[in-house]
């Protein structure tokens, strides 16, 4: 019996998840990628709270743009407001997905918005 595309990835994300944990010093940052969008926040575990979100349906800039444009003007915007509220350094869950692609450029964006992995 084979697994679908999802079971696979809540088995990697399972398995990676066992390791990354988010703490008040240093939060987890967390994307996910539907079809159409990409969502990222940073979080903190230990609380069980979400520090600060940026996602490409609500930012006006990531209009009219390609998905990978899109996902680096995200992660800049959400290293902005991690900047806002005090956060410099984060450890990035990619929750199951390949470093690649949108994913990628989620995390490019946001070291170049001055976030530190």
């Known amino acids: 019996m ?3 595309k999802v079971e696979k990835r809540n088995k990697i994300k399972r398995r990676v998840r066992k390791n990354i944990f988010g703490s008040s ?3 987890r940052l ?3 990628r539907s079809n159409k969008q990409i969502y990222a926040q940073i979080i ?3 609380k069980g709270v979400t520090l600060a979100s940026a996602s490409s349906y609500k930012c006006k800039d990531a209009e009219g743009k390609n998905k990978s444009d899109q996902a680096s003007i995200v992660g800049k915007e959400l290293a902005a407001k991690a ?3 005090g956060i410099e350094s984060v450890v ?3 929750n199951g997905y390949q470093y690649h692609g949108r994913v990628k450029s989620l995390a490019e964006g946001a070291r170049e918005g ?3 992995f």
Request: charged share 40%; glycine share 4%; proline share 5%.
């Open 44 to 46: 903190d575990d230990v």
């Open 30 to 32: 967390s994307v996910f």
């Open 2 to 4: 084979s697994l679908s």
């Open 92 to 94: 990035f869950d990619r």
């Open 83 to 85: 900047a806002k509220a």
């Open 25 to 27: 010093e240093r939060p």
């Open 114 to 116: 001055g976030l530190k």
